[in-house]
């Protein structure tokens, strides 16, 4: 496989609250371009796991950003904050947009200004 563009978190980032403009940036691209992307999650329950993504949009719920996405590993959508994002790596491959999503089931106020586009269920 091939990545277009890479984000890693630096461990000095871990405590901070606000998000990385590359962070932003990374993600806005594969959500814009349909792109496969990796995802290093650091999950309370489970720990850190890897997962291949088709990142859908970015919304808030309970005040936090996440990025909701297919998940290929559940076969289903998830939604992963971005504060618990330790990496994301975007890939070359593209993804044809699934038509079942609605961003309205993953977002806190389906009238926010701050929403890109996606859906809600935060991984575990």
């Known amino acids: ?19 990385s403009p590359n962070l932003l ?10 792109l ?5 999650y650091d999950s309370r329950e489970k720990g850190i796991t890897v997962r291949e993504i088709e990142p859908m949009a970015i919304v ?3 005040r936090k950003r996440n990025l909701v996405g297919w998940c290929r590993l559940r076969n289903d959508y998830r939604s ?7 990496l994301v790596k975007l ?8 038509q ?3 961003i309205e089931e993953y977002q806190d106020d389906p009238n ?12 575990d």
């Not at 496989?1 to 998000?19: G, L």
């Not at 496969?36 to 290093?40: A, G, K, P, S, Y």
């Open 25 to 34: 940036s990374t993600i806005n691209n594969a959500i814009d371009n349909s």
């Open 91 to 98: 890939h070359k491959d593209d993804f044809m947009r699934r």
């Open 112 to 123: 926010s200004s701050h929403v890109q586009e996606d859906n809600y269920n935060e991984e």
């Open 36 to 40: 496969v992307t990796t995802i290093e």
């Open 100 to 102: 079942d999503f609605n």
């Open 60 to 62: 808030y719920k309970d």
């Open 80 to 86: 992963f904050r971005l504060d618990r994002l330790n």
């Open 1 to 19: 496989m091939y990545e277009t563009s890479t984000y890693k978190r630096k461990s000095a980032d871990q405590k901070q609250m606000h998000y």
